[in-house]
């Protein structure tokens, strides 16, 4: 059986191409999976481990610890085990040049040569408080080269101006969570208490017993353990996050498989109808049903062993490429090889069990069939296991309704899941009764549309199946536009509920600069500028407080339309939530307030306003702070927006006025929207990355469907040339049939992925904020447009072969 599998092989390779490559780039994501969680954990750890590589004993001070002064390291120094002690200082600054500020971390760097953990590229080591030195990448990405000075302002202290005197190359890159990394000397850090020590242990002493004797003879604060179990400690805290990205792809492989498994089920579907009356003369000589039925398994078991061991070895390749760009392979190459075995069989797996149910059905052909001259031909019908599926469907799907509600995460996930699985056995019955639907249409139009209606009909179950696999891919593409779509609008208009500006930069005391102002008013999307007055005064039970007085102009802006609507003939004064407790008071009640030396009385109501400046600042008038007669200065710069404002590019021109004016302090909208949607961004496009495997593999099941039909009906083509049609007309008909296709595809994906997408933003954000429903309609007309180019493209190689069918052919025998 095994020789006679490798001959069916031999004879019809191009036929079992497309099994070969839908499980090639099943198997390759999920080899590139395992490939890259276990590399990108061998780089986490060497990142981890780097800065203690030259050390064999930690000690760090507890945060929580009462200071024990600049000077403890010494007391780790003392040890008669302990060679060599370097303290270690790190200190989080903002990093000021003439176009930029960034949040920058500065470590320190080791006086002692053998506790210095990389080497020197070019430049000199930092020896002053004035010098510093950084790797190659951090340079390049500030825009930095030796001998550049720059400012250092620090949340607590003066600034300093320091000169980069020294380039490093560091062979990663470090994961510190801001923007930018420098390394200064130990004088840079005078005064500062050390965060750790780390030491190099006397020739012959152990590492783990002077740990233990330094944590028994240490003040209480200080632990010490050896610089290998730091290392893994700071791993350990690295890996959280790339596990969760290991699920992800691990569950977007997964879709690609099943995809691939719907490929190579129609195509063993295809190829076993076309040998069908091979099939009807083995059982006629002899061969039963189990043995037509191995045959089948054993061609599915050596294409799909060809294509596990061609995708694993080319996993290995791009899972390395993946992590290499994201700067996680410090460690090096790391093979997982239970992994890449487990992903084999599982691509092997994955092909037999999806050639099992064509397998039984060749199996059940009857040795009569041999002496008949055409295919018979089926329809997929409702019957048990659709209905059992729609119950799923509808089980699965109103969990995940009940999870979007209760704001419960993993039950609308599963929820989601378990609906899916229902909805792909119910949709391939439902995609044929939608092709029958449209075949009266296409027979209106008559001539070549007719034909390719004709063709559908003929093959229900292929087009089904070919259209299912678009169906997962588009509908998955189509759910996550959505729901980024609809995150960012619900983002936005929660973040204008809570910011009433969108911009607000403020300065400690004084005045915000003349220049500094401008600038904000020369941006264009800004509807709204104004510096805002500002007083320091005493107000009531609320202490010491920064009044803003601003202009009705700005108030009917920010949407604080109450400030001029007073209602009780008081003067309004705009408070926080947590000031109007202080209060005792209710939103809108009239409250008694000495107000610096002035009693008056203010109608008090709660407001986002109060607190767009990023600290709590009540707000009034401009007449009423004229009436209290305080000092004033304008201490803040609100602005504005207008609705259809580009909100990354406002922040990147605030960006640049923070830069110029070290001074103030930027909050608002705009820095806590552009962390939440960079993070969304990268999600969403990590994703249609993914997904873009899984319509690749659709593809190729269209385009297999439509290539197989055609040799299917050479001699129908043939007769067709024969009585007229040209070759235009004949790639026209497959041009038809995969528009169908493709069109159906489409439109099914973006009916079922619009509600998914929505109930799963629902889930997320929906306990958090009022859902805001956005439906991208640019983005699923795209989807469209790309679904009938897909359509089109896979009728290139096709049209071309049963463009080549001679007329002559009709006459030939089978």
């Given at each position: 059986?095994?020789?006679?599998?490798?001959a069916?092989?031999?004879?019809?390779?191009?036929?079992?191409?497309?099994?070969l490559?839908?499980?090639?780039l099943?198997?390759?994501f999920?080899?590139?999976?395992?490939?890259f969680?276990?590399?990108?954990?061998?780089?986490?750890?060497?990142?981890?481990?780097?800065p203690?590589?030259?050390?064999?004993?930690?000690v760090?001070?507890d945060?929580?610890?009462?200071?024990?002064g600049?000077?403890?390291?010494?007391?780790v120094a003392?040890?008669?085990?302990?060679?060599?002690?370097a303290p270690y200082h790190?200190?989080?600054?903002?990093?000021l040049?003439d176009?930029?500020?960034?949040?920058t971390?500065?470590?320190?760097i080791?006086?002692?040569?053998?506790?210095?953990?990389?080497d020197?590229?070019e430049?000199?080591?930092p020896?002053?408080?004035?010098?510093?030195i950084?790797?190659s990448?951090?340079?390049?990405?500030?825009?930095l080269?030796i001998?550049?000075t720059v400012?250092?302002?620090?949340?607590?202290?003066?600034?300093?101006?320091?000169?980069v005197?020294?380039?490093?190359?560091?062979?990663?890159?470090p994961?510190?969570?801001?923007?930018?990394?420098?390394?200064a000397?130990?004088?840079?850090?005078a005064?500062?208490t050390?965060?750790?020590?780390l030491?190099?242990?006397?020739?012959?002493?152990?590492?783990?017993?002077?740990a233990?004797?330094?944590t028994?003879?240490?003040?209480?604060?200080l632990g010490?353990?050896t610089a290998?179990?730091?290392?893994?400690?700071?791993?350990?805290?690295?890996?959280?996050?790339?596990q969760?990205?290991?699920?992800?792809?691990l569950a977007?492989?997964l879709i690609?498989?099943?995809?691939?498994?719907?490929?190579?089920?129609?195509?063993?579907t295809?190829?076993?109808a076309?040998?069908?009356r091979?099939?009807?003369?083995l059982?006629l000589?002899g061969?039963?049903?189990?043995?037509?039925?191995?045959?089948v398994?054993?061609?599915?078991?050596?294409?799909?062993?060809?294509?596990?061991l061609?995708?694993?070895a080319?996993g290995?390749?791009?899972?390395?490429?993946a992590?290499?760009?994201?700067?996680?392979?410090?460690?090096g190459l790391?093979v997982?090889?239970p992994?890449?075995?487990?992903?084999?069989?599982?691509?092997v797996?994955?092909t037999?069990?999806?050639a099992w149910?064509?397998?039984?059905r060749?199996?059940?052909?009857?040795?009569?069939e041999?002496?008949r001259?055409?295919?018979?031909?089926?329809?997929?019908?409702f019957g048990?296991?659709q209905?059992?599926?729609?119950a799923?469907?509808?089980v699965g799907?109103?969990a995940?309704?009940v999870?979007?509600?209760a704001?419960?995460?993993?039950?609308?996930?599963g929820?989601?899941?378990?609906?899916?699985?229902?909805?792909?056995?119910v949709?391939?019955?439902?995609?044929?009764?939608?092709?029958?639907?449209?075949?009266?249409?296409?027979?209106?139009m008559?001539?070549?549309?007719?034909?390719?209606?004709?063709?559908l009909?003929?093959?229900?179950?292929?087009?089904?199946?070919?259209?299912?696999?678009?169906?997962?891919?588009?509908g998955?593409?189509?759910?996550?536009?959505?729901?980024a779509?609809t995150?960012?609008?619900?983002?936005?208009?929660?973040l204008?509920d809570r910011?009433?500006?969108?911009?607000?930069?403020?300065?400690?005391s004084g005045?915000?600069?003349?220049g500094?102002?401008?600038m904000?008013?020369?941006?264009?999307?800004?509807?709204?500028?104004?510096?805002?007055r500002?007083?320091e005064?005493e107000?009531?039970e609320?202490?010491?407080?920064?009044?803003?007085g601003?202009s009705?102009?700005m108030?009917r802006?920010?949407?604080?339309?109450?400030l001029?609507?007073?209602?009780?003939?008081?003067?309004?004064?705009?408070?926080?939530?947590?000031?109007?407790?202080?209060?005792?008071?209710?939103s809108?009640r009239d409250?008694?307030?000495?107000?610096?030396?002035?009693d008056?009385?203010?109608?008090?109501?709660?407001?986002n306003?109060?607190?767009?400046s990023?600290?709590?600042?009540?707000?009034?008038?401009?007449?009423?702070?004229d009436?209290?007669g305080?000092?004033?200065?304008?201490?803040?710069?609100?602005?504005?927006?207008g609705p259809e404002?580009?909100?990354?590019e406002?922040a990147?021109?605030?960006?640049?006025?923070?830069?110029?004016?070290?001074d103030?302090?930027?909050?608002?909208?705009?820095?806590?929207r552009r962390?939440?949607?960079?993070v969304?961004?990268i999600l969403?496009?990590l994703?249609?990355?993914?997904?873009?495997?899984?319509?690749?593999?659709?593809?190729?099941?269209?385009?297999?469907t439509?290539g197989?039909?055609?040799?299917?009906?050479?001699?129908e083509?043939?007769?067709?040339?024969?009585?007229?049609?040209?070759?235009?007309?004949?790639?026209?008909?497959l041009?038809?049939?995969?528009?169908?296709?493709?069109s159906?595809?489409?439109?099914?994906?973006?009916?079922i992925?619009?509600?998914?997408?929505?109930?799963?933003?629902?889930?997320?954000?929906?306990?958090?904020a009022p859902?805001?429903v956005?439906?991208?309609w640019?983005?699923?007309?795209?989807?469209?447009?790309?679904?009938?180019?897909?359509g089109?493209?896979?009728?290139?190689?096709?049209?071309?072969?049963?463009a080549?069918?001679?007329?002559?052919?009709g006459?030939s025998?089978?």
């Open positions: 059986m095994l020789g006679y599998a490798w069916q092989i031999r004879a019809y390779p191009v036929r079992l191409t497309a099994v490559l839908a499980i090639v099943g198997t390759t999920l080899a590139a999976t395992a490939v969680t276990s590399t990108s954990a061998a780089g986490l750890r060497a990142v981890a481990a780097a203690l590589s030259a050390a064999d004993v930690v760090d001070l945060p929580e610890a009462a200071d024990p600049p000077e403890w390291p010494d007391l003392d040890h008669p085990d302990v060679a060599v002690v790190a200190r989080t600054v903002e990093l040049t176009d930029q500020r960034a949040t971390n500065v470590y320190s080791a006086a002692e040569p053998e506790l210095r953990w990389f020197l590229e430049g000199v080591w020896s002053a408080t004035d010098e510093i950084a790797d990448t951090t340079l390049e990405a500030a825009g080269a001998g550049d400012r250092l302002v620090p949340s607590e202290g003066e600034e300093s101006r320091v000169t005197v020294g380039a490093v190359e560091l062979g990663f890159q994961l510190t969570g801001v923007q930018y990394q420098f390394y000397s130990e004088a840079y850090f005064g500062d050390p965060v750790s020590a030491g190099r242990v006397a020739d012959g002493a152990s590492a783990s017993a002077t233990a004797d330094l028994a003879s240490l003040p209480e604060g010490a353990m290998e179990e730091q290392a893994d400690l700071a791993a350990d805290r690295f890996a959280g996050g790339s969760q990205l290991e699920l992800i792809l977007f492989a690609a498989l099943l995809a691939a498994a719907m490929v190579i089920t129609n195509t063993f295809i190829l076993l076309q040998r069908r091979d099939t009807a003369l059982r000589v061969a039963d049903r189990a043995q037509v039925r191995n045959l398994v054993t061609e599915s078991l050596i294409t799909g062993s060809a294509g596990s061609l995708g694993v080319t290995v390749g791009v899972g390395y490429a992590a290499s760009m994201m700067g996680l392979t410090g460690g790391d997982n090889l992994a890449l075995g487990g992903a084999f069989l599982v691509g797996g994955t037999v069990c999806a149910l064509p397998a039984r060749a199996a059940a052909t009857a040795p009569v041999a002496l001259s055409a295919p018979l031909q089926g329809y997929p019908r048990v296991v209905v059992v599926g729609a799923v469907a509808l799907v109103a995940m309704g999870g979007a509600a704001g419960s995460l993993p039950l609308a996930i929820g989601g899941f378990v609906g899916a699985i229902g909805l792909l056995v949709l391939r019955s439902a995609i044929s009764g939608l092709i029958r639907v449209v075949d009266p249409l296409l027979r209106r008559g001539g070549i549309a007719e034909l390719a209606g004709a063709n009909q003929r093959n229900l179950g292929r087009a089904a199946t070919a259209t299912l696999a678009l169906v997962l891919g588009l998955l593409i189509t759910a996550l536009t959505t729901a779509a995150g960012r609008a619900t983002i936005d208009s929660d204008r910011y009433p500006v969108d911009v607000s930069a403020r300065v400690d005045s915000v600069g003349p500094t102002v401008e904000v008013a020369e941006i264009d999307s800004l509807d709204m500028v104004e510096a805002v500002t007083a005064v107000i009531g609320l202490g010491a407080q920064t009044l803003v601003i009705p102009d108030a802006a920010a949407g604080a339309d109450e001029d609507e007073g209602g009780t003939g008081f003067p309004v004064m705009l408070v926080s939530g947590d000031q109007l407790a202080v209060l005792g008071a209710e809108g409250v008694d307030l000495v107000v610096g030396e002035v008056q009385t203010f109608t008090v109501v709660s407001s306003l109060a607190t767009a990023g600290e709590v600042a009540p707000v009034v008038l401009d007449d009423v702070m009436s209290l305080t000092d004033t200065d304008q201490g803040m710069v609100w602005g504005v927006a404002t580009d909100r990354d406002l990147d021109r605030m960006t640049q006025v923070a830069g110029a004016d070290p103030i302090a930027l909050s608002g909208a705009l820095s806590e962390d939440i949607t960079e969304l961004d969403v496009n994703s249609l990355a993914m997904l873009f495997i899984t319509v690749v593999i659709a593809i190729i099941g269209v385009t297999n439509l197989l039909s055609v040799l299917e009906r050479t001699r083509s043939a007769l067709l040339r024969a009585l007229g049609l040209t070759r235009s007309g004949l790639r026209g008909t041009a038809v049939e995969a528009m169908v296709i493709a159906l595809g489409a439109l099914l994906g973006i009916l992925g619009v509600p998914y997408g929505l109930v799963g933003v629902d889930a997320i954000v929906g306990a958090t859902l805001v956005s439906v991208p640019a983005t699923l007309g795209l989807v469209l447009l790309a679904a009938l180019a897909i089109i493209a896979a009728t290139v190689f096709p049209a071309h072969r049963a080549r069918v001679a007329p002559a052919e006459l025998g089978d």
